[in-house]
């Protein structure tokens, strides 16, 4: 458990300053909670290959107005790595995730008709998290570009393109710039993991 708390703390210290100063505690400790973790998990070509794939009708899910299609690496799925992490530190359930993204081999659709929100801003908020948690679940990273979050908001009748960034600008605690999109701070991924929930019940 140490070696690999000791093998990443440099980033974990790097991750940890990038987060706004009175969260960077909380950020190191949470962090730092996610490796020593990390080690107790089980490999992944031990995790059973059906976990998230179960789906209450694929056809239906797939006809969804509003869903929304990502790539997703079979070699690096929602049970594997940070996503398992994600997953089980928030205690989010498959049956949690088939209710808000349908997960198909490869792709990934959010599957939520209703976002719950009534603002156009909040919208865009709730789907930005739900974008990073999908790209934490696909590829190990809680991020997602600019292109793709306009394109959701879009499918949803929630891009308001005068105040766009405008929006995300306001949210510096939950995400951080990174080229020409975000990424998902711990605050963020906390949020997420309340949203999916709520969507989900």
Known sequence: MFENVAEHLDEVIRLADRCPEKYQIPCFEAL?????????????????????????SSSQSMREPNGITDRLPQSN??????????????????????????LDGDTY???????????????????????????????????????????????????????????MKKQRDLFIAQGSGWSLTVPAQQRAAQAIKELAS
């Open 32 to 56: 730092i909670r996610v490796l020593a973790q990390t080690n107790a998990l089980p490999p992944a070509d031990r995790q059973p290959a059906n976990d998230y794939a179960e789906s209450p």
């Open 77 to 102: 799925g929602p049970a594997n790595g940070r996503g398992a992490v994600f997953l089980g530190q928030h205690e989010i359930s498959s049956e949690n995730i088939t209710r808000v993204f349908h």
């Open 109 to 167: 659709r959010i599957i939520v008709k209703d976002l719950q929100e009534k603002t156009n801003s909040k919208k865009q908020i709730k789907l930005a998290l739900l974008l990073g948690v999908g790209g934490l679940l696909a590829g190990g990273q809680p991020s997602f570009s600019k292109e793709r979050l306009i394109e959701v908001c879009r499918e949803y009748g929630a891009y308001d393109g005068p105040n766009f960034a405008a929006h």
